[in-house]
């Protein structure tokens, strides 16, 4: 079944290691976007490519960092996880095109302690 | 900055009383998008315009795009508790490269 996933759903984890958020579609979608949201608020674009080998840094101004070596995958890496980064972090996709509506993963909830 | 506005922050009604979001642009766009985020999920699409003046119907749920392509509504009439969540616009400018969401309404409702 085509999809979109994200992993892990939960972690919780000290401050200044290493961590990547996964995030894989199964719908072959050329676009590919990470969101953070606090719980109920805003979607802030941190990150989008428009197919392998192409990232841009979105809207807001993050410390992460992403990939796009195959087309299913655009995992999402920060260097050394702080407090500030605690947020929920969304990944989605869409078809090629201007008509073409967003898929979103179910989340990864980030505590930084 | 924020192309898209989207109005109000929150929004509290009692069960059965009607609910309206708003989204705006300052500039002309090719489409606009509504999603739906319950609490604790993730965006899910609801439905796109695309056309000057459109209006499309969900049963209680009635999505206009302006004669100018520049605003939205979304409104719930009768409003029930499964309709609590926040409502997402998101709008393409036009000659612009992709969709930027508005900042999200968030209804509850009081049974």
């Known amino acids: 079944e085509a999809d979109i996933y994200q992993t892990p759903r939960y972690l919780v984890i000290g401050t200044g290691k290493k961590i990547t958020l996964e995030c894989s579609q199964t719908?072959?979608?050329?676009?590919m976007y990470w969101y953070q949201q606090d719980p109920g608020m805003e979607l802030h674009l941190i990150h989008y490519?428009?197919?392998?080998?192409?990232?841009e840094k979105g809207d807001l101004s993050s410390e992460s960092t992403v990939s796009r070596i195959r087309t299913e995958h655009f995992p999402l890496t920060l260097e050394s996880a702080r407090p500030s980064h605690t947020s929920q972090y969304l990944c989605?996709?869409?078809?090629?095109?201007?008509?073409?509506?967003?898929?979103f993963g179910p989340g990864t909830r980030l505590t930084v302690l | 900055g924020q192309q898209v506005m989207q109005i109000p922050q929150y929004q509290h009604v009692q069960e059965g009383e009607d609910f309206t979001t708003y989204c705006n642009s300052s500039?002309?766009?090719?489409?606009i998008q509504w999603y739906k985020q319950r609490p604790g999920g993730h965006p899910v699409f609801l439905i796109q315009?695309?056309?000057?003046?459109e209006v499309k119907k969900q049963k209680r749920l009635t999505f206009q795009f302006g004669e100018a392509k520049k605003n939205s509504s979304l409104h719930i009439t009768a409003t029930q508790t499964t309709d609590v969540g926040t409502y997402f616009c998101?709008?393409?400018?036009?000659?612009?490269?992709?969709?930027?969401f508005g900042a999200g309404t968030r209804l509850t409702v009081k049974p």
């Open positions: 989605a996709s869409s078809d090629w095109g201007d008509y073409n509506e967003q898929f």
């Open positions: 719908m072959g979608h050329d676009k």
């Open positions: 490519s428009y197919g392998v080998n192409s990232t």
């Open positions: 500039t002309t766009l090719s489409n």
């Open positions: 315009l695309v056309k000057s003046g």
């Open positions: 998101a709008g393409k400018v036009v000659n612009n490269n992709d969709m930027r």
